[in-house]
């Protein structure tokens, strides 16, 4: 979708866009935009991206991490049952709870705190509890960490979208988001390999292998979260990295991609503008495919090392044989969200995605050959987190203003962890393995739905973009009501 069509009560980065004034931004020249354009994105690619990909990568380490521990021997060790263990992962032990009701004061709060000092602090809090789990030695004190770490670590990811949404327009994000989410396909390929080589500390000062999985990682994170108070930008109007001619230009685009309204005043935070985004029928059809694609990606990330030692694989062999689903990921996220971005066709993408997610539980339902059903994952796992980039892209590019927008970024997010904790419950207790038959069934039906909801909402835009073609035939764009945000006729909805 051309980016000069939207309307300019959009949101605003943190940061006074009036203050900003006084850089003495001017209109460049066609001439002018040309060598910038190829200069401006790297440098910010080389600044802001590699922090948030580290920091979502560290993130998924984590939230991998316990799947890894759990055949390393952390469930035997410490005489948990399934049940046990599936409660250790969500809302009864204010894990999930807290990481759902972190997501949405977090993302409201990112601007006015600063992202330069609000996610480098989150890094390094979740790092100094992660340690605890190294430590422990019964379920309370399982329990008690991760109601920790649920608090801490719950509003970095919408977090890290929003914050990639203040410095690349809408035709840019989702590559962006495909880069920094394809670390969680990286960090689960990386906890087979990582989580194989600590357990050959097993005994090591006293303590098991598993125990180390959790200490190693946070010697690590605590580092980054250090550094990058150093590193990580405010915004771009404060971006030390650009001269003054890049801020302006990346402004300049900003504004006309509908990312930074002309007005700070537009971008204060309302209730009338929370209330707007729940009313906002794109958003509430998104939420339900976040929820969707929240079971079927968590499950996965959680109970993927558990699935393959089902298929026949044991030990450090189980961990090494887990790598291979999410290496191939990795490559195809990244090629999806090219092509996403490229063609402007984040709901279709979404829907060739799912029907990868189809096909692999479909193949791992039908057969009952452990080879046939490690082929399966390749389809599964890609599919579940290639959706998850396009779809919080089609969300980021289609809320505005401000406060709209990350109360649509936090509800789709609490939504997915919603997700996780009914796919928790079917892979950790309600279905036993190695067959998973009922959760293979749920999921299944789950996949269906999330190619029949993007096509829904893919109709929905399609009729509003049309809808708002022929209001602008009838009005100037002066004659049009302030704070419509996306409802504006100005703002074309990516399809």
């Not at 890094?123 to 008690?144: F, H, K, P, R």
């Not at 030990?315 to 996220?333: E, I, R």
């Amino acid at each position: 979708m051309a980016e000069s069509g939207v309307s300019p009560c959009c949101p605003t980065l943190h940061g006074s866009v009036n203050d900003f004034s006084k850089l003495k931004e001017e209109e460049l020249s066609q001439a002018d935009d040309a060598p910038l354009e190829g200069i401006v994105w790297r440098k910010i690619d080389r600044r802001v991206l590699p922090l948030c990909t580290i920091f979502f990568l560290l993130a998924a380490l984590d939230r991998s991490s316990i799947g890894n521990a759990r055949v390393a021997g952390l469930q035997t060790s410490l005489g948990l049952s399934n049940y046990q263990f599936a409660v250790a992962l969500t809302v009864t032990c204010g894990y999930y709870f807290l990481y759902i009701t972190s997501q949405f004061p977090a993302t409201l709060l990112l601007k006015y705190v600063g992202p330069n000092h609000m996610l480098p602090a989150i890094v390094i809090l979740w790092g100094i509890i992660t340690v605890s789990q190294g430590l422990i030695s019964d379920y309370s004190e399982l329990l008690a960490c991760r109601f920790f770490l649920g608090l801490v670590e719950g509003g970095l990811p919408p977090c890290i979208v929003l914050y990639l949404s203040f410095f690349y327009p809408r035709r840019r994000l989702q590559i962006r988001i495909a880069v920094f989410f394809s670390a969680a396909s990286l960090a689960n390929a990386f906890s087979g390999l990582l989580a194989a080589a600590i357990d050959q500390l097993n005994g090591k000062a006293g303590k098991p292998g598993w125990a180390w999985i959790f200490i190693l990682a946070c010697i690590f994170t605590v580092v980054v979260g250090v550094v990058s108070f150093y590193l990580l930008p405010r915004s771009p109007q404060t971006a030390s990295f650009l001269t003054e001619k890049e801020r302006t230009y990346v402004i300049s685009t900003l504004k006309q991609a509908g990312s930074v309204s002309e007005d700070d005043d537009k971008d204060s935070f309302s209730w009338t503008e929370v209330v707007r985004a729940f009313k906002s029928p794109h958003v509430l059809v998104l939420a339900v495919m976040s929820f969707l694609s929240g079971a079927l990606l968590i499950g996965l990330a959680y109970f993927e090392p558990t699935i393959v030692a089902g298929l026949g694989f044991a030990g450090n062999h189980a961990q090494l044989m887990s790598v291979p689903p999410y290496a191939v990921t990795f490559v195809l996220s990244i090629i999806s969200a090219f092509v996403s971005d490229h063609f402007q066709c984040r709901g279709y993408v979404v829907i060739l995605c799912s029907l990868l997610q189809v096909i692999g539980f479909s193949i791992f339902y039908a057969s009952r050959s452990n080879h046939v059903r490690y082929v399966s994952l390749f389809f599964s796992v890609t599919g579940a987190f290639c959706t998850v980039p396009a779809q919080n892209a089609w969300l980021t590019n289609n809320s505005a203003p401000h406060t709209r927008r990350a109360t649509a970024v936090a509800v789709a997010f609490i939504m997915a962890e919603l997700g996780g904790i009914l796919s928790t419950w079917l892979l950790g207790f309600i279905s036993p393995a190695p067959n998973y038959t009922t959760a293979t069934i749920g999921l299944i039906v789950m996949a269906i739905c999330m190619v029949i909801f993007p096509s829904i909402n893919l109709a929905y835009l399609w009729r509003e973009n049309r809808l708002k073609a022929e209001r602008r035939q009838r009005m100037r764009r002066e004659d049009e009501p302030d704070g419509l945000g996306d409802r504006s006729a100005w703002f074309i909805y990516s399809l």
